[in-house]
Every structure is written in C-alpha cells, then in structure tokens.
C-alpha cells in the first residue's frame, strides 16, 4: 500500500514539490550561513517525494 500511496502521490504534485525543496536547498547551501538550512531542505524534499511508508525521529540533545 505505501507503494501505491506513493506512486500516487508523485504523479498528483509530489515530483514538484520535491523539485521545489530540492532547488530552495541548493539556494541555501550557497552561503556558509545557509548550509544547515539547506541540508534540511534536501531532508524534507526527501520527506516529499516518498511521505507514505516514512518515519520521523526526534532526536533531543
């Protein structure tokens, strides 16, 4: 079923979505300051093109 969730999911805008998080990433990661923003970009776009089947861990320090 996550498979089908997902496959759904990126032909009704998931693919953009992820191509949208992906390319503010690369936007972000230009500058020094930005990095840390940008890496977790590239985590949700990620978290955007495959939602169904994912799990998210928060980690405290």
């Keep these: 079923m996550n498979f089908i ?5 990126i032909i009704c805008g998931g693919l953009f979505s992820a191509i949208g998080w992906w390319l ?4 972000w ?3 020094i300051i930005g990095i840390p923003f940008g890496m977790q970009f ?5 978290l955007s093109l495959f939602p169904f089947g994912a799990r998210i861990v928060k980690i405290t320090c």
């Design 5 to 9: 969730g997902n496959l759904i999911w």
């Design 24 to 27: 503010a990433g690369i936007l």
């Design 29 to 31: 990661c230009i500058t």
């Design 42 to 46: 590239f985590k949700i776009a990620r």
